[in-house]
């Protein structure tokens, strides 16, 4: 089945539909853990129509091999270039948060405002895209400090006419 994504996505790819091609890269990244978008980022490689493409999908790999540095040039870049990415800004967003979960307090102190920013910007671009308004109530519940609680809920709230499910998980997580 992975092979068959991997196929069609690369067929798209050489096809040249660059919206398709996002929004495919997008969802096989989020359904596979990053699982084979080093090949679609060989398949994309040198072509010059693709290159902010190949700069997040990069910044996304580095993300999971956990080069926080260079994920966060890489998607910075690729959000100053094109800003209607909502998942650019969810994994920018995840990229300061790792990073102020393995920096020191101090560093934290000072990148803790651009983790929920860049989550609420993913929110406004597309209010739909449940994975940042999942990170906001958990940020919001669990954050010491920064979080609102209120905030959390209603994060999870917004989630129950759009995604039930995750709504609901988010609701029992909220009450527990």
Known sequence: MKSILLLLLTATVMLGQENAVLQ????????NNGNGVDSL???????PEYKLEHQLYTGYLQLLDRDYEGALDNIE?????????????????????????LGNKITAM????????????????????????????????????????????EYAKSLLGKNPLVANSLLVAYYA
């Open 24 to 31: 495919q890269m997008r969802a096989f990244a989020l359904a």
């Open 110 to 153: 000072f990148i803790i405002s651009d983790i929920s920013e860049n989550w609420e910007k993913a929110l406004e671009i597309d209010p739909d895209f449940f994975p940042a308004a999942t990170a906001l109530f958990n940020f919001n519940l669990r954050a010491p400090m920064v979080g609102d609680k209120d905030k959390a809920l």
């Open 77 to 101: 870049n690729y959000t100053e270039e094109r800003d209607t990415s909502a998942f650019a800004y969810f994994l920018l967003g995840n990229a300061y948060a790792t990073k102020a979960m």
């Open 41 to 47: 980022l060989k398949t994309i490689s040198g072509k």
